[in-house]
């Protein structure tokens, strides 16, 4: 029954892909760390923990489970016997600085990662290691959610180049693996941030490698997050049959095989890459599927963080550019109206983009005043961050349209002198 399961605990360790001999690897890691002998848990200990035998695990263990966590035992769902006490994570604690460090800095334009040097860092590596690059990653995407990629490169390289050093100290093969995952997850969110900021050129080459380090893993996710972003550079690029050929490998990675969420991703992709080719019959065939395979997707369950962005939302995004594409800019504009109805509040760039959108088809359909309103959010949704490359090069396809769909060259003017300063400073 629910109330005989710790389910908090539970859902963490699936959020983190993380076995009980590997959480009990990790506490006594942190244990080691903060009192100069391992700890003693054991797989055991934790299958206790999870079925609620063990209500309050003993205070070194609780102390390194926040540690290893970043939650306090209460929030894993432990209930402390008679008065609860709160419990402080470990001060001198190099990876808990860390965390608090980079939420810090998340908050700031830099947003860089802030590694320990090499002398910090024990010479056995664990799954405690990979725990803490993995939050960093999270904490990278999140970040772009907000504000959009560009000035995330230099952090994610840097987050690529730690795990690889890490890797060469593994304990573990399968360590060892998920490091070489983690370095490729970095290495795609670079490539990201050049494609976002519409520096392309050294995109491709960031995707070269994270294709090489999702290989050395074997992880079919980091695969299809790397052709997933092949296929959006190359439809930048205006290469549609390249943006086809990388949507397809996509959809031929083992995840995508087995999730339908993967599987509905890269129809959708495909189905962009179709619409920009003039095939418009190919494209409306990947956009059913895609909507067919997310009706069977379990949304409830955790997602890795590349593409936590993608849901109900995301593909009322990709419809709407599908739809205006193949001209169909009535159903792209009601499109887009549920994506934006959807779309979280933490995705202001996506809801930024999905804007710019949203005006094209208005433009599209002759509604020439509503649509340089709707164009005008754009800068308020984006306001206080730098404008990204994709909006900006999108804007610059609906002030081309306006000019050729206006009655007059007056409206168009008037439009690109009421946004020059906004547009300009982005």
Same mark, same amino acid.
Not at 16 to 25: C, F, G, K
Not at 115 to 120: E, F, G, T
Not at 200 to 211: F, P, Q, T, Y
């Given at each position: 029954?629910a109330?005989n399961?710790?389910?908090?605990?539970?859902?963490?360790?699936s959020?983190h892909q993380?076995?009980a001999?590997e959480?009990?690897?990790?506490?006594?890691?942190?244990i080691?760390?903060?009192s100069g002998?391992p700890?003693?848990?054991?797989?055991?200990t934790?299958?206790r923990?999870?079925s609620?035998q063990n209500?309050w695990?003993?205070?070194?263990?609780r102390?390194a489970?926040e540690?290893v966590?970043?939650l306090?035992a209460k929030?894993?769902?432990f209930?402390?016997?008679?008065?609860?006490t709160t419990?402080?994570?470990?001060p001198e604690?190099p990876?808990?600085?860390?965390r608090?460090f980079?939420?810090? %800095?998340?908050? *700031? $334009?830099a #947003?860089?990662?802030p590694l320990s040097p090499? &002398?910090a860092?024990?010479s /056995?590596v664990?799954?405690s290691?990979?725990i803490?690059?993995?939050?960093?990653?999270a904490?990278?995407?999140?970040?772009d959610?907000?504000?959009g990629?560009?000035g995330?490169?230099q952090a994610a390289?840097?987050?690529?180049t730690?795990?690889?050093?890490?890797q060469r100290?593994s304990t573990t093969?399968r360590v060892?693996?998920?490091?070489?995952?983690l370095?490729?997850?970095?290495?795609a969110t670079?490539a990201?941030?050049l494609i976002?900021?519409?520096r392309l050129?050294g995109a491709?080459r960031h995707?070269?490698r994270?294709?090489?380090l999702a290989?050395?893993a074997?992880d079919?996710e980091m695969?299809?997050?790397?052709w997933?972003?092949?296929?959006?550079l190359?439809r930048?690029?205006r290469?549609?049959?390249?943006?086809?050929a990388?949507?397809?490998a %996509?959809?031929? *990675? $083992?995840? #995508?095989r087995?999730s339908?969420l993967?599987? &509905?991703?890269?129809h959708? /992709?495909?189905?962009?890459?179709?619409a920009?080719?003039?095939?418009?019959?190919?494209a409306?065939?990947?956009?059913s599927r895609a909507?067919?395979?997310?009706s069977?997707?379990?949304?409830?369950?955790?997602?890795a963080?590349?593409i936590?962005?993608?849901?109900?939302?995301e593909l009322?995004?990709?419809?709407?550019i599908?739809?205006?594409v193949?001209?169909?800019?009535?159903?792209a504009?009601?499109a887009?109206h549920?994506?934006?109805?959807?779309l979280p509040?933490?995705?202001?760039?996506?809801?930024?983009h999905?804007t710019?959108r949203?005006?094209?088809?208005?433009?599209h359909?002759g509604?020439?005043?509503?649509?340089?309103?709707?164009s005008?959010?754009?800068f308020?949704?984006?306001?206080?961050?730098p404008l990204?490359?994709r909006?900006?090069?999108l804007l610059?396809?609906?002030?081309r349209?306006?000019i050729a769909r206006?009655?007059s060259?007056h409206?168009?003017?008037e439009?690109?002198?009421?946004?020059?300063t906004?547009?300009?400073?982005?």
């Amino acid at each position: 029954m629910a109330e005989n399961k710790n389910e908090s605990l539970a859902v963490w360790m699936s959020e983190h892909q993380m076995s009980a001999a590997e959480l009990a690897q990790a506490v006594n890691a942190a244990i080691g760390k903060f009192s100069g002998r391992p700890g003693t848990t054991s797989e055991r200990t934790v299958f206790r923990w999870l079925s609620r035998q063990n209500r309050w695990p003993q205070h070194r263990q609780r102390l390194a489970l926040e540690i290893v966590t970043g939650l306090t035992a209460k929030d894993l769902g432990f209930l402390p016997r008679g008065k609860s006490t709160t419990l402080p994570v470990h001060p001198e604690d190099p990876d808990v600085r860390r965390r608090q460090f980079f939420g810090a %800095a998340a908050s *700031t $334009a830099a #947003a860089a990662i802030p590694l320990s040097p090499p &002398s910090a860092r024990p010479s /056995r590596v664990g799954t405690s290691d990979v725990i803490r690059l993995r939050d960093d990653v999270a904490r990278l995407v999140a970040l772009d959610a907000q504000r959009g990629g560009h000035g995330l490169e230099q952090a994610a390289l840097d987050g690529a180049t730690e795990a690889l050093r890490l890797q060469r100290n593994s304990t573990t093969q399968r360590v060892r693996q998920r490091l070489f995952a983690l370095a490729a997850d970095f290495t795609a969110t670079a490539a990201w941030s050049l494609i976002d900021a519409g520096r392309l050129d050294g995109a491709g080459r960031h995707l070269d490698r994270a294709l090489t380090l999702a290989g050395l893993a074997q992880d079919s996710e980091m695969a299809m997050q790397v052709w997933n972003l092949r296929a959006m550079l190359a439809r930048q690029r205006r290469d549609y049959a390249e943006a086809v050929a990388a949507s397809q490998a %996509a959809q031929a *990675t $083992a995840i #995508a095989r087995r999730s339908p969420l993967h599987t &509905s991703l890269a129809h959708a /992709r495909t189905a962009v890459g179709f619409a920009h080719s003039g095939d418009a019959r190919a494209a409306l065939g990947y956009l059913s599927r895609a909507e067919d395979a997310l009706s069977k997707a379990d949304l409830t369950q955790p997602k890795a963080a590349w593409i936590a962005f993608y849901g109900p939302a995301e593909l009322h995004a990709l419809t709407a550019i599908v739809r205006d594409v193949v001209g169909q800019p009535a159903q792209a504009e009601a499109a887009a109206h549920r994506a934006l109805a959807a779309l979280p509040k933490t995705y202001r760039r996506n809801r930024a983009h999905t804007t710019a959108r949203l005006a094209l088809t208005q433009l599209h359909q002759g509604d020439i005043e509503q649509a340089c309103a709707t164009s005008g959010e754009v800068f308020t949704i984006m306001a206080g961050a730098p404008l990204p490359g994709r909006i900006r090069m999108l804007l610059g396809d609906f002030q081309r349209d306006l000019i050729a769909r206006a009655p007059s060259a007056h409206i168009a003017n008037e439009w690109t002198d009421r946004y020059r300063t906004e547009w300009s400073s982005s």
